[in-house]
Nanobody
Framework: QVQLVESGGGLVQAGGSLRLSCAASGRTFTPHAMGWFRQAPGKEREFVAGIRWSTSSTYYADFVKGRFTISRDIAKNTIYLQMNSLKPEDTAVYYC???????????????????WGQGTQVTVSS
């Protein structure tokens, strides 16, 4: 079994920065891809950013391009989401997800992901 544990959420003012971490633990695990999603109250969970493990190719939702950066540390089995220039509309619970088997790219929607973290709250005040 694989566990994903997020950390780094919190309260920040608009224009500020946060860095989220997601560590994968459990059985020996080399994912095909990992990603970040977010869910605001009353809204669907949406894709934020993803990274292909073997190549470190990255993909971003349009609304975070230029502000957020996803990265990975293979030795630590951890991904990060550096979030800069935060806006109140970025307020949400952020979830880490992992796709274990080959997909062909980085999935940008929920279904292909096998494992999910418990989520970490990010609140951006205006």
């Amino acid at each position: 079994q694989v566990q994903l544990v997020e950390s780094g959420g919190g309260l920040v003012q608009a224009g500020g920065s946060l860095r989220l971490s997601c560590a994968a633990s459990g059985r020996t695990f080399t994912p095909h891809a990992m990603g970040w999603f977010r869910q605001a109250p009353g809204k669907e969970r949406e894709f934020v950013a993803g990274i292909r493990w073997s190549t470190s190719s990255t993909y971003y939702a349009d609304f975070v391009k230029g502000r957020f950066t996803i990265s990975r540390d293979i030795a630590k089995n951890t991904i990060y989401l550096q979030m800069n220039s935060l806006k109140p509309e970025d307020t949400a619970v952020y979830y880490c997800a992992a796709r274990s088997n080959y997909w062909g790219g980085v999935p940008t929607y929920r279904d292909p992901y096998d494992y999910w973290g418990q989520g970490t709250q990010v609140t951006v005040s205006s």
